[in-house]
């Protein structure tokens, strides 16, 4: 299987770059993972709600056209729905079953995505109701795949 993360953004802390880096070598037996970034567009200070939206636009136009074509496409959305550790397994084993060989997970910047963005995903999904950094999904996002892979096989996971 071939998943990628496509973000906006670069990681600029170590720890987070450490640990993202600890699991993509982990999950290198089970899927090829890539890790593409976008650049964020800049958002004047205070911006107006018309603004926000133009900036995301922008954002949400250069994310839809760095994903590959016919990947399927996750986007990570707080006001989505949420799925357990082993939900998110069973999601990828049932993505093989049917063919679905490429996954794209689409990580926001700072204000979000846009609704071009949110439209054209498969699906939607939270991790939380919590507000945590888009740097720091990043990261939550790369051990929930090594953790989906180890239930998908039955196997002990440890930390």
Known sequence: MRISILAVGKIKERYLTDG???????????????INEIAEEKMPDNPSPAEKVKTLDREGERLLKAARSGSYLI????????????????????????????ITFIIGGAFGLSAAVRTAAAERLSFSKLTFTHQMIRLLLVEQIYRAYKISRGEPYHW
């Open 20 to 34: 993202i880096n600890e699991f993509t070598k982990r999950l290198t037996p089970f899927c090829r993972l890539e």
């Open 75 to 102: 986007v990570l959305d707080v006001d989505a729905k949420q799925l357990a550790s082993d939900e998110l397994s069973a999601k990828f084993d049932s993505l093989a079953l049917n063919g679905k060989s490429d």
